[in-house]
């Protein structure tokens, strides 16, 4: 069986045959699609590694069926830069360390980024820390992650009052 | 002065856009073969395979069993007793029978699940205790270490006190699960990219799995998402299972396990029942202390005797024992073989002592840090000309907490501030080496800085106050009790298989001035690159971005340790310390003349070379040397010096020095569920002269996490047949973002090591994992509030656990 659908990666529009509709979107992603910077820690979506953006929304992609994303918006941690620019979010997870390994970050990254979007969390650190329990980081760089996370969140609405002002 | 600063993780820039590559992200040659192994069901079985329906299932290149395989290849770092599948006979659930190659890694695992496997089982040693019974164990008998006349002095002891600790095993959990690949090379050549801790053994394991010599396997390690000791041994069979395919198909082999697969059939921290019996004074002295610790090693030897080692010599943790016995019983089971675990045994060997610390307080009434530092090893004195002990942390003072809604997420809001610790210390003297301040096996103590550090956390927590804070809350609140602990770590800093105390590197100058490094350390999140380029850029006194890190690689450096016993930075620093100081001192050989000046005179500072007034650029003196035809690179090299240990005896100096922490801890338990919660934690830690304070702040907030996790959250279950239950995040609890305690200080304590280790730092990846013990104490402290009996909490103090102690408190 041949599975046809057609979805925007990081800006590009990519049509995709599927010849098993049981594939993942972060297999399609790390295996066809050569964006291995989205990681697979534990495949089950128990571990958040790798979370990505579907139409904005933070979501774990080894739980997602690509077959169900026919037309939808896929940002990956190698979309967020706007070319050399770095996004906030990573900006803030260098200035505060916010990991050690490494493996767990561009899931961190992302909900984060989701996490703010969903405007929930403000800069509460315990709100924060909640938001982001889904995403483990054996490391336990937790302290730097959720630092990080809260400054992105501060800079991210002061640079929104800017523009809106 | 590129030594002592904050600066972030190497490669930072790649791990926040996703560039960084672990070997499951390289890109794969076209061809590339896929493997899965085929696992047995049973704990112990004589198997018979039946393959057909696996080598017909579709996509499968090659499909290995036990007879295909002649010299069978051994996957064993020791005693050669692990061979890559099962011979015949099964000896754990999880024990890889066969080997399937396809052409895709989910087409190699729906084709292994095909297999029909026959099973005869036989019985199977499960636990510690089957395994005493059937005197299932590793060497002819225990280990002993003996000081002094234990049984007399505990007889004659005024107060005994006697029990059992159950010490919970753990997962490694390390996020980047085990992989490798492996390309055939011309001429029978391999090359391997592993994630692992230890490139040399994958060398050696794979040469000899191959018939071929070392020479022609190239292993090269550029980062692993996390190793924790998972990837010490354990990469082994994979790397072992990739070349073996890639030599008989001449196509690049990969593999990785699927996360249930790595919890099934890799080992884990060592479980131990620690039985103990000692003798006290009024007073809270001990006067004599029996171990008697039962280590569950699982199938194979693995690392499991210096596991066991180490957990004898840290069964004193920070105590001067004035007679001490530990016996040490390695069984042989019928589970994966434990393994190497961040403390490789010292933090199980803890848990007995501290253990035997609180309860001594609870049948004498004492207050239990009274106890810990009425036994304290004799302090270092405080050299006259340097001052010691900095000033109170700020942060670390008058943080009250709510008193109201405990058990609440979301109770307590308080910056925490950690990232920028306040540092104390000092130099400190060496105490002269006195038997009478000798460790259980001998070696005598003397650079113990505990009691100063202790008087320092329990004075900037308000340990004093917080305790009567929480005493008086308990007396008032009959459902929420709370606990507080301030624990010691007192931690052995060298491999105690001496030899491996040797690390080598190689650092060249490019004729434009970059230098390029590289060492035998592996980079698994610890900050070791980064920590070494620091060294490199400073003695060369050049920014960091004049010095390029690259891969750990076999080919480049021969002969390496695995980055393990938290000696990275210790053993690599100073060898690659050793190769600067070569390239140095031919630069000013070259340039001596020029600047007028002694060669010894001349100094590396902000890209310039300079004598006196006299400088010229970094650049500049590269051109002249290479101009002169004198060579810009160099090997460097160390040993580790002043060590020697007989393991057998149990006599020596195993370490060349001991690094020092002090936790407190404050939770709450609800009586009701055993549900419980750190409220808040300050830890004072040595790193020595720190190399890079952000990196080993957050080394100390990792590990004291991993080990809070270790023993309260994460179990371990097997079921009555041997078989794992916890194989996955979602029954296996490690702590997450918001189980990190409310409050949380962390400050170092900056004291340079009296050592000659690199910029005098000291070791800091594995100590700072047993300052979660205090979490434990203090919630043992809120169940022995309950009620007036000894609750006897075990590890892991899951809520479970807790609800049992308190019960157990009540009577
Ligand atoms: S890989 Fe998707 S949640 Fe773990
Ligand atoms: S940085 Fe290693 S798992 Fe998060």
Redesign the interface.
Known sequence: MSLSISLTVNGDRCDVDLDDPRVTLLDLLRERMALPGTKKGCDRGQCGACTVLVNGRRINSCLTLAVTLNGAEVTTIEGLAAGEDLHPVQTAFIEHDGFQCGYCTPGQIMSAVGLIAEGQAGDDAERIREGMSGNLCRCSAYHGITEAVQDAARRMASADERKSA | MTVAKPL??D????????????V??L?TPPGTLHLAFGLSAKARAKVTLGLEAVRASAGVALVLGPGDLDPMPDCSPSAHDEPLLAMGEAFYAGHPLFLVAAESHLLARKAAAKAEIGYEELDAILTIEDAIAADSRFEDGPRVYEKGDVMAAISRAPHLVEGRVLVGGQE??????QSALAIPTEDGGMVVHSSSQHPTEIQHKVADALGRAMHDVKVEVR????G?GGKESQGNHLAIACAVVAARTGRPVKMRY??DDDFVVTGKRHDFRIDYRAGFDGEGRCLGVDFVQYCRCGWSMDLSLPVADRAMLHADNAYLLPAARITSHRLKTNTQSATAFRGFGGPQGMVGIERVMDHAAHVLGLDPLEVRRANYYREAPVAASEASGGSISGKMKGQPLPTADLAG??S??V??G??KATRYGGAHSRVPATAENATPYGMEVTDFILHEMTETLARDCEFEARKAAVAEWNAANPVLKRGIALTPVKFGISFTLTHLNQAGALVHVYQDGSVSMNHGGTE????LFQKVAQVAASRFGLPMERVRITATDTAKVPNTSATAASSGSDLNGMAVKAACDAIRDRIAEVVAAELQAEPAAIVFEDGQVRAGEASMSWEEAIAKTYMARVSLSATGFYATPGIEWDRIAGRGRPFYYFAYGAACSEVVIDTLTGENRILRTDILHDCGASLNP??DI??I??G???GAGWLTTEELVWDGAGRLRTH???TYK???????P?V?NVALWDGANREETIYRSKAVGEPPLMLGISVWSALAQACAACGPNWPDLQTPATAEAVLAAVGRARG
Do not use: N, W
């Not at chain 2, 490669?11 to 672990?22: E, F, I, K, Q, S």
């Not at chain 2, 490694?172 to 699960?177: K, N, R």
């Not at chain 2, 980062?223 to 996390?226: L, P, S």
């Open positions: 972030p993780h490669a930072a820039r790649l791990h926040v856009t996703g560039g960084a590559r672990y499951d992200d890109p490694h959990f390390y996020l980047e699960g980062r692993m998402g996390g924790f699927d996360r997420r979301g307590v809001k910056e925490t950690s990232g698994m999140g610890q900050g952000a990196i957050g080394q907030e990792g004291f996490v991993q996955a995040p979602s490690i702590p997450a973002c918001s189980d990190r409310g949380f």
